[in-house]
């Protein structure tokens, strides 16, 4: 098999899987169109630039919308109720004008547990819900994990191209840039023999960073830097499985998902300058998973997600812990075994995160209720939001 077909094959594989191990057996699901059981799940909030808002995954409706409420819970409102396929991943520009989202076809097997991420178009629609744009219908492909640039002129996006002008299953994964309303699409990697995962924007609008893997041979390997208009990469870590990364407010740190190398299935949050030097393992020590790293808007914290106080692992709580690492506290240790995606309020005093009540988290709109809570940076005032919204 040659190199490029190698990488054809691989492609696909990794796509689906977002470049990231399940442990505990969680993998991708398909979710079908007005099943009943999505009715109780509430989750994935992300923060209005003006804090105001909050959009957020919901089956309240009788299919997974995307729903904006008031950060108190009030108001809410479904935006994408006339689309029948599931709705996920929604992000707002910059300036809260606009929201991008992924939408799927009825029962696509699409979604990744893990991860959070879904996989198929990318849209984006005004804040009030009209005028849906799909951004990839022209692709032959699918698309998933994608990011709004700071400045709210692009927006970054993973996707499976195929490879062949007749449409057939040979396809390869590349990190594509276009404007807003889809128009431009460049491809950022086609000249680069890697395949990408994770991504992230660095504070300028102009550098991307992404979690990256060899072809020859097949294996995770670091993370990866680009400018948007050069197709060279520069390297940043190597020969590590880096899985998810996030860039710090102030442009010079990246926080990095590591899996661990002794074969546990388990992860460690580390820190590493964007040059490559002072890696850090943020976590050592810990005997469980830490996942998800969240940088504060000042870029003191990180919020993220551990089994450490878990004793059987099966579960998830949200830390906030120093940007060095140091005063680590469990902000959900005492309210459910599952809590998972935290974000950050724009000014930093809250973080809203998505909660399992009855401790029995399997799969998304599966079994277990969710909803969306909201909590002090601090650990205090835990509030839910969306208990009267199903």
Partial sequence: MTGQSFKVLLAA????????????????????QNDSENLSYNGSPAWSPDGKLLAFVSGQAGNLDIWVMESDGSNSQNLTEDDPGPNFSPLWAPDGQLIAYISAPVGA???????????YDLWVMEQDGSHPVNLTADFEGYSGEYRWSPDGNHIALISNIPLTSDGSSEV??????????????????SESDIL??????????RLIAFTSATV??????????????????????????????AWSPGGDVLAVTTLLSDGSGLYDIWRVDVNGQNLINLTPNSPGLDWNPVWSPDGQSLAFESSRDIPDGQGRDVWVMSADGSN??????????????????????????EAYEDNDFTAIGISGRSDIWIINADGSNPTKLTSDNS
């Fill in 196 to 205: 990408p995962g994770s991504l992230t924007w660095g504070p300028d609008s």
């Fill in 13 to 32: 594989l990794v796509f689906a899987c977002a470049l990231v191990s399940k442990p505990q057996g969680m993998s991708s699901i398909t979710l079908a």
């Fill in 172 to 189: 390869n994964t590349n990190i594509w840039l276009m404007e807003p309303d889809g128009s431009h699409p460049v491809n950022l990697t």
């Fill in 216 to 245: 020859d041979p097949v294996q995770r390997d670091g993370i990866r830097l680009l400018q948007i208009d050069d197709p060279d990469l520069s390297v940043v870590t190597s020969k590590r499985s880096d899985v998810q990364v």
């Fill in 328 to 353: 680590a506290v469990n902000l959900t240790g005492e309210l459910f075994d599952w809590s998972i995606r935290p974000s950050w309020s724009p000014d930093g005093t809250r973080i809203a995160f």
């Fill in 109 to 119: 097997d699409f979604y990744d547990l893990l991860s959070g991420t879904a996989f």
